[in-house]
């Protein structure tokens, strides 16, 4: 095995240096401080790996994102959501009798108990959707046994993947006054939820193909994207041994931000203010390279992807795609187009890297499909949640799993006396 010198006050030390499957390097510092009394200081942890994972490999200058080793673009093309959660938990694709038994284990536990109703009850119409969708995950535990039993984590883990989406539908007809519809066991996962939104007490839902196949899609392209906010988010709590419930609704939280998961409904309402201003996109891109404004191109740039994002491009792809088959023509969609082309010439992106993400065409899909921008980032998390469970999962399972507690340079001020008030 290789190892790393670090030479700290004339002292040298040695650390061991491994490789992940891809031969990724890390240096393996776990007893830096205990050695040196030093800690790494790493803000944002764009440098620190908080686990060894088996579930997604992203390569952000190649664009490569894989689940479980499965290209991206192989899953989007030739799999559905419900496998695709089915992988990620479990590790490997199922075959038909699997897969036909996870989604009846689905099928039945669509339904949420009747009195959380009464909890939708107490939000006011405006609410966003974001703050139920998280209380409601987080209720889930009240209903269920919370305890870290393998049989009942595994029973916890269906529960969550199918009453989510039900809570998610009930979030929206809260928005709109409608009474709540209830889960159909006959309808695909995506024709369900689509079931349950769109379905009134006089219009039963319609599945249409191509709305249910390009929500499948973008789940699928959703499902994991290994240690990002939300994601570290669900290990960090999920590390005090909390429950998934518990966990999963951190992880909500931490999605909800303009930065990570709301972004894709910051894009719609940037999009919408460039047409409402002219549609001049020289000028926002003009804004966001400003650096006395505070204004940035959202969906635009990303940690890792350095080239492009692999989700992005299927995505840009798709949008032209299902607003065609649905006859529907949308101006956002050329304004998108035109800012990605303003952008990528424009020599501050090129500079820094930053390309079109996730978030910059799902929300014209979204909208073609005929959900409402503040529904978008529960999209993202109905996508995002088997990801969330698996990492959950992987991380509980992990005998290396240690509660996460970061260290902090303290800069603050050097010990000093009490003062009485009238002193001060
Ligand atoms: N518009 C204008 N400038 C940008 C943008 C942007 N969207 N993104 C990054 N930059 C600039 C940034 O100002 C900095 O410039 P400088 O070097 O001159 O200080 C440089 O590019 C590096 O940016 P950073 O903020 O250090 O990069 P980060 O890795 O910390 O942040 C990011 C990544 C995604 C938060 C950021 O690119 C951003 O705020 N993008 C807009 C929000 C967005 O679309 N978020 C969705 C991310 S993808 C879905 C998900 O996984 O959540």
Known sequence: MSTAKLVLNGKEYEYPVFEGSENEVAIDFTKLRAQTGAI????????TGSCTSTITYIDGDA???????YPIEQLATQSTFTEVCYLLINGRLPNADELDKFNQRLNKHTLVHEDMKKLFEGYPPSAHPMAIMSAM?????????????????DSNIMRLLAKFKTLAAFTYKKSVGQPYVYPRADLNYAEDFLHMMFA??????QVNPVVAKALDLLLILHADHEQNCSTSTVRMVGSSQANVFASVAAGVNALWGPLHGGANQEVIMMLEDIQRDGGDVQKYVGMAKDKNSNFRLMGFGHRVYKNFDPRAKILKKAADDVLHALNVSDP?????????????HDEYFVERKL???VDFYSGIIYRALGIPTQMFTVMFALGRLPGWIAQWKEMHNDSATRINRPRQIYTGEAVRDYTSIDQR
Do not use: C
Not at 63 to 69: A, D, E, S, T, V
Not at 200 to 205: A, E, F
Not at 332 to 344: F, K, N, S, V, W
């Open 355 to 357: 390309y079109p993400n």
């Open 332 to 344: 956002l969609l050329d304004i998108a187009r035109g800012l990605e082309e303003a952008a990528l």
């Open 137 to 153: 995950v987080i209720s889930l535990s009240a209903y269920h046994p919370d305890l870290l039993d393998p049989e009942i984590i």
């Open 40 to 47: 790494a200081y790493d803000p944002g942890y764009g440098n």
């Open 200 to 205: 009134t007490p006089t219009q039963p839902y």
């Open 63 to 69: 664009g490569i994102l894989r689940y479980r080793g």
